[in-house]
C-alpha cells in the first residue's frame, strides 16, 4: 500500500535510491503527485501529510479504502462517515472536506412536467432522478396542472385553485325543450337536481292564464337533455309560487307555496320516483327555503301573516321532527316595494346558517343566524351586509369557503350604477362574516339574477332594459369573468347547473306569453 511501503525508507536514502536506478520523482509518488521542487509529495482524498514529506498517509483510526489508496475508512471497518454524510444527503460537517456538502430537498414529479408534489419529498446533495427543486404541483399525475398554470378545458384543475374548467367551458350543441307555458316569474318559479343514475329532475311552475301562479309540476331528463315521460303534477293546486328545491344523499325535496300554503313533496334520489305524496308544512308562507340535515331537512319560510321567518324541520319523509317556530321579526315586504324578503342556507366549516335579506329601500340588511346539527337556533343574528339598494344575494358554498354574490341596484339621479359584486365569505368564531369582494359588472343592467352554480365561479345574470340584453353566463378566472351569451330574450329568465347540465328558463316573447324550460350542456368539447 501506498503509505505503508514508503515509510519504510528514509526520504535520503530514497533519492540516493533512485538517482542510481535511473528513476525520476514522479514514480516515488506515484499515484500522488509530487511537488515542484521534487522534495516531497502532494497528498490527495483522505490522506495527510506526515513527518516524512514523501509518506501521505490516513488519519489515526483510519485505513485505506481498498477501492481507492486516497480514500480511508474507519479502522473497525464501518463506513466511512463523509461518504454516508453525502450519500445521505447529510451535512458532513464544515472540518469534513472538499467533497462535503449541504443537503437539499427535493420533490418527486412522476409526471415529469418540471414541477414536484410538496407531499413527496427526499433530500440529497445532487437532484436525484424523478426530482426537481419546485414545490407547485397539486396533481403529480397531470403534466399539465400546477399552480398559476393556465386553465384549459380537460377537466382539471389546471391551476391548482380547486375549481375546475372554470372560465374555459362552452355551451354545445343545441338546447333541448323540457318543458313550456311556464309561470311568468320564472326566477322563483323553477329549479332542478341531480339524480345519482345520471340526469336530473326540473321543477316548474306552469303558467295559469294571466295569473303569476301556477300548478307545480316536475319531469325527469337524461344526461343527454331527453325527457323521460311527460310533466306530473308536484301538488294538487292550480295556484303555486315560489319554487325551490334540494337533496340529500338519498332524496331530493321540492318546496313551493301553493294557495298561499307551504308545501313540500319528497323524491328518491337514485330513480326520480316521489316517494311522498304533497305534505303541507305551514298555511300562510312565501319566499320558502330548504336545506339538507343529516337524515332529514330544515324549512324557512317568511309567514305572510305574522311578518315574521320561520323554520321547521322534518325527517326524510317530511314528518315533522321540530315544530314551526319564529327566529326573526322583519318589516314588512310591502313597505317597499320588493317582494318578499330572500332566505337562504348555507353551510360553511361545519357550521349551518340562515341567511336573511331584509330592511327598506334606504337600508337593505343581510343578516346570517347559526344552527346546530340537530336544527335548533345555536346563536344570534349577525350582519353580514347593510347597504341601501340591495335587491338580491346568493350564497354557495363548498362546505368551506363561501361566496356571495349580491345584486345592488340603483334609484335616483345620484345613485351609484347597478353593480353585481362577489364577496368572499368565513367562520370565526361561529359567526359568519364577509371578509373581501370584487367587482363582477358595473353600470350595465337595469335588473339582473345572480345564481352561484356548483362551482362559485359560475353565475348567471339577466340584463333587462338596455341595448345588451339576454341570459348570459359568467365563468370567473384568473383574469377576471368572462361571458357567454345563454339566450338572447331576457324576459324572466333563470338558469341553474348540475354537473355538466344547464337547466335554464326564457321567454320568446316580451310580452311573456312564451315562457320554456331548456336543457342544454356545458362543458368541454370532444377532443
Known amino acids: 500500500m501506498l503509505a505503508s511501503r514508503l515509510s519504510r525508507v528514509p526520504a535520503a536514502a530514497l533519492l540516493l535510491l533512485l538517482s542510481l536506478a535511473g528513476c525520476k520523482e514522479g514514480d516515488l509518488c506515484a499515484p500522488l503527485a509530487v511537488s515542484e521542487d521534487g522534495t516531497r509529495c502532494v ?12 509518506v501521505c498517509a490516513c488519519p489515526a483510526g483510519e485505513v485505506p479504502s481498498p477501492a481507492d489508496e486516497t480514500r480511508c475508512l474507519p479502522a473497525d471497518g464501518g463506513a466511512p462517515p463523509m461518504d454516508a454524510g453525502r450519500d445521505a444527503g447529510t451535512d458532513a460537517g464544515p472540518d469534513a472536506g472538499p467533497d462535503a456538502c449541504t443537503p437539499t430537498t427535493w420533490y418527486r414529479d412522476a409526471d415529469e412536467d418540471g414541477r414536484g408534489d410538496p407531499a413527496e419529498t427526499t433530500t440529497a446533495c445532487t437532484m436525484p432522478a424523478g426530482y426537481v427543486a419546485s414545490a407547485d404541483d397539486c396533481d403529480d399525475g397531470c403534466d399539465t396542472c400546477w399552480t398559476g ?21 362552452s355551451l354545445l350543441g343545441e338546447p333541448r325543450e323540457l318543458a313550456s307555458s311556464l309561470g311568468n316569474e320564472t326566477r322563483h318559479f323553477t329549479t332542478a337536481q341531480s339524480l345519482t343514475a345520471g340526469g336530473g329532475l326540473a321543477f316548474y311552475i306552469e303558467r295559469s292564464g294571466a295569473t303569476l301562479g301556477g300548478s307545480a309540476r ?72 330548504v336545506t339538507a340535515l343529516g337524515t332529514g331537512f330544515l324549512f324557512a319560510w317568511e309567514d305572510t301573516s305574522t311578518d315574521q321567518v320561520l323554520w321547521r324541520g322534518t325527517s326524510a319523509t317530511l314528518d315533522g321532527f321540530l315544530s314551526a317556530a319564529p327566529v326573526a321579526d322583519i318589516d314588512s315586504a310591502e313597505d317597499h316595494g320588493l317582494g318578499a324578503r330572500r332566505l337562504s342556507w348555507v353551510e360553511m366549516d361545519g357550521s349551518l ?39 338580491d344575494f346568493r350564497l354557495r358554498s363548498d362546505g368551506v369557503t363561501g361566496r356571495l354574490v349580491t345584486i345592488e341596484l340603483a334609484f335616483g339621479e345620484m345613485a351609484p350604477p347597478p353593480a353585481i359584486r362577489l364577496h368572499e365569505t368565513e367562520v370565526v368564531d361561529g359567526v359568519l362574516r364577509v371578509s373581501g369582494s370584487q367587482a363582477v359588472e358595473s353600470g350595465t343592467a337595469l335588473y339582473t339574477y345572480g345564481e352561484p352554480g356548483p362551482t362559485p365561479r359560475t353565475l348567471f345574470v339577466t340584463r333587462v332594459g338596455t341595448a345588451d340584453t339576454g341570459l348570459f353566463l359568467y365563468q370567473g378566472g384568473h383574469d377576471g369573468w368572462e361571458r357567454t351569451l345563454i339566450h338572447p330574450r331576457p324576459a324572466v329568465a333563470s338558469a341553474s347547473l348540475i354537473g355538466d347540465a344547464l337547466v335554464f328558463a326564457a321567454g320568446e316573447d316580451a310580452d311573456l306569453d312564451d315562457v320554456r324550460l331548456r336543457w342544454q350542456r356545458l362543458g368541454c368539447p370532444e377532443p
Do not use: K, Y
Open 43 to 54: 497528498c490527495a482524498g483522505d490522506l495527510v501529510e506526515t513527518d516524512d514529506p514523501f
Open 149 to 169: 398554470a393556465a386553465e384549459t378545458c380537460d377537466t382539471a384543475d389546471n391551476d391548482c385553485d380547486g375549481f375546475t374548467d372554470e372560465g374555459v367551458r
Open 218 to 289: 316536475w319531469v325527469r331528463f337524461e344526461s343527454d337533455g331527453s325527457v323521460m315521460g311527460s310533466a306530473q303534477p308536484v301538488g294538487s293546486s292550480a295556484n303555486g309560487r315560489w319554487l325551490t328545491s334540494t337533496a340529500s344523499a338519498t332524496t331530493i325535496v321540492v318546496a313551493f307555496v301553493q294557495d298561499g300554503r307551504l308545501v313540500a313533496r319528497a323524491f328518491d334520489r337514485r330513480t326520480g320516483a316521489p316517494s311522498t305524496e304533497a305534505i303541507e308544512l305551514a298555511d300562510s308562507a312565501r319566499a320558502p327555503a
Open 353 to 391: 346558517f340562515l341567511v336573511l335579506l331584509d330592511g327598506s329601500s334606504a337600508n337593505e340588511r343581510l343578516s346570517a343566524r347559526p344552527f346546530d346539527a340537530d336544527g335548533l337556533p345555536s346563536g344570534e343574528w349577525a350582519e353580514l351586509l347593510s347597504l341601501p339598494h340591495l335587491a
